[in-house]
């Protein structure tokens, strides 16, 4: 059980990946109250060191004792190792934020998005799910449509960034795009086609039903945060050549009518979203001016005019900051404020 500190205890697991380094450096400027770090990846990253307010703190490797006096981790390590070692740390005491689809959805386990469900966090069991980074953007933006008016269906389209992958996806579109100018011959060893100059509308591995589990993610993470099975969502998810910021074009069906003025009424009053949406002078959210900010950006807000009740927009947000590190760390911050000492 968390118990009510000044300063707490905190492992980032799997620290040196591309969403491990975003969570320490998101700790470090929301000046979260941490009294000591602890930093674990695997045995590939023993002897680094990575830097938490001025200081040099050593990667460990984990094992069953790890995680004794530890008050909170956040994992972003992997589904496997989540698998095995989450339970682990929640056995030892300590509340795990865990950004992997290992727990999302299993139904002891909340999925939390702060500005949607933080309610949610008070039946958790020591382990807490943090969604996709499509989903969050997705839900953080819809939540507000559907407490106005009842979504009924959600088309969604994703553009993301190679980061998702992580940092070998990043160097990979690097190299493939200086060769490509070069006049080289490039190597694909992340994605199974070129990815500099190209578009794969492949995310993750394809399921039976050909989704890939990607799409499948949002849709049923989706249900489970918003809590309302009866939203019907489908997906296509897509791999484009930028290095951060994912972004998504949606089809809302609701069922009371909204204008497109009442979405962006809507939407500007809404936590953690900014409505960047001035057509005539060309402005709406693009991923780089998305890069290292929190909020949720939409923009193209248009009535549907094909349906009677339809709205289209689009969105875009960082998916290692809100997509990931943030959420993780708004998480800690909804549960630490809500201790009583
Ligand atoms: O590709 C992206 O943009 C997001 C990737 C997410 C991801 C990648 C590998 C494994 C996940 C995830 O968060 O769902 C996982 C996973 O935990 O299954």
């Not at 693009?286 to 193209?300: A, N, Q, S, T, Y």
Request: aromatic share 6%; glycine share 6%.
């Amino acid at each position: 059980m968390l118990q009510k500190k000044e300063k707490y205890v905190v492992a980032v697991v799997g620290a040196t990946g591309a969403v491990g380094t975003e969570m320490i450096a998101t700790l470090q400027q929301r000046q979260f109250p941490v009294g000591k770090l602890r930093l674990f990846a695997s045995e590939k990253s023993e002897g680094r060191s990575l830097e938490f307010k001025g200081k040099k703190i050593s990667v460990e490797t984990i094992n069953e004792n790890s995680f004794k006096g530890i008050d909170i981790a956040l994992f972003s390590a992997g589904a496997e190792r989540s698998k095995k070692w989450a339970p682990v740390a929640a056995r030892s005491g300590c509340v795990v934020i865990d950004n992997s689809s290992q727990w999302r959805m299993d139904p002891e386990v909340p999925l939390v998005v702060p500005e949607v469900n933080p309610h949610d966090l008070d039946w958790h069991k020591g382990i807490i799910a943090n969604p996709n980074c499509s989903t969050i953007q997705m839900v953080v933006a819809l939540k507000p449509i559907h407490d106005a008016a009842k979504i009924r269906r959600v088309v969604v389209t994703t553009f993301q960034a190679v980061s998702g992958t992580g940092k070998k996806a990043m160097d990979e579109l690097m190299q493939q795009t200086a060769d490509l100018l070069n006049f080289k011959n490039i190597k694909c060893n992340v994605y199974p086609h070129q990815i500099a100059f190209n578009v794969l509308p492949q995310i993750d591995k394809f399921l039976d039903n050909g989704y890939t589990k990607e799409e499948m993610k949002m849709v049923n993470e989706t249900r489970k945060i918003i809590g309302d099975n009866s939203i019907r969502v489908t997906a296509t998810t897509v791999r484009v050549p930028v290095f951060r910021g994912h972004s998504e074009a949606l089809n809302i069906e609701t069922k009371k009518k909204l204008t497109a003025n009442q979405v962006r009424e809507l939407l500007a009053q809404a936590p953690g979203v900014i409505v960047f949406d001035a057509p005539e002078k060309s402005i709406y959210p693009l991923p780089i001016h998305c890069d290292g900010k929190d909020e949720v950006f939409v923009g193209r807000i248009r009535e549907d005019e094909s349906i009677e009740n339809g709205i289209n927009m689009w969105i875009v947000s960082d998916n290692l900051r809100k997509g990931a590190a943030l959420n993780a760390v708004q998480i800690a911050e909804v549960l630490t404020r809500q201790l009583v000492g």
